[in-house]
C-alpha cells in the first residue's frame, strides 16, 4: 500500500469512535483473510495483546472496557521494551569491558604438598 493511500485512511480512521473503528478493523481483517497473506505478529507480546483482544471482542465487551484493556497492555509492551533495551545495554557494555581487561597470567603451579613448617611446639613449654 503507498503512503499517499495510507495518510487517506489514517485521517478518515481519526474521525471515527472506537466502535466505528472496530467495525472498520473487522472488515480489514476480513479482506486480509480472504486476499492477502496473514500477516504474523512479529513478537510474543504482540500475539497475547492480539489474543486478548480478540478475546474480548469475541465476548461483547464495551468498547471502552476493550480500549481501556488495550491502553493498558500498550503501555505495558512499551515498560516491556524499554526493560528489553536497558538489559541489552548492560550485557553490551560488560561485553565491552571484559574485551579491554587485560588478560590473566596463568598462574604459578602450587606443589601438590606444601612444605610444612615447622613451629616450637607449644605445649612443651
Same mark, same amino acid.
Given at each position: 500500500?503507498?503512503?499517499?493511500?495510507?495518510?487517506?485512511?489514517?485521517?478518515?480512521?481519526?474521525?471515527?469512535?472506537?466502535?466505528?473503528?472496530?467495525?472498520? !478493523?473487522?472488515?480489514?481483517?476480513?479482506?486480509?483473510?480472504?486476499?492477502?497473506?496473514?500477516?504474523?505478529?512479529?513478537?510474543?507480546?504482540?500475539?497475547?495483546?492480539?489474543?486478548?483482544?480478540?478475546?474480548?471482542?469475541?465476548?461483547?465487551? +464495551?468498547?471502552?472496557?476493550?480500549?481501556?484493556?488495550?491502553?493498558?497492555?500498550?503501555?505495558?509492551?512499551?515498560?516491556?521494551?524499554? !526493560?528489553?533495551?536497558?538489559?541489552?545495554?548492560?550485557?553490551?557494555?560488560?561485553?565491552?569491558?571484559?574485551?579491554?581487561?587485560?588478560? +590473566?597470567?596463568?598462574?604459578?603451579?602450587?606443589?601438590?604438598?606444601?612444605?610444612?613448617?615447622?613451629?616450637?611446639?607449644?605445649?612443651?613449654?
Amino acid at each position: 500500500m503507498n503512503d499517499l493511500l495510507k495518510q487517506r485512511i489514517l485521517r478518515l480512521l481519526e474521525t471515527l469512535d472506537d466502535d466505528k473503528a472496530y467495525q472498520v !478493523l473487522d472488515y480489514a481483517e476480513f479482506l486480509t483473510s480472504k486476499y492477502a497473506q496473514r500477516a504474523q505478529p512479529d513478537n510474543l507480546f504482540t500475539k497475547i495483546t492480539a489474543t486478548v483482544e480478540n478475546t474480548m471482542r469475541a465476548g461483547k465487551l +464495551p468498547v471502552q472496557a476493550i480500549t481501556g484493556t488495550m491502553s493498558l497492555m500498550d503501555s505495558a509492551a512499551k515498560v516491556m521494551k524499554g !526493560l528489553a533495551a536497558a538489559g541489552q545495554a548492560v550485557v553490551e557494555e560488560a561485553i565491552k569491558t571484559a574485551e579491554t581487561l587485560p588478560k +590473566p597470567e596463568p598462574a604459578a603451579e602450587l606443589p601438590l604438598y606444601p612444605e610444612q613448617k615447622s613451629e616450637p611446639d607449644k605445649l612443651s613449654s
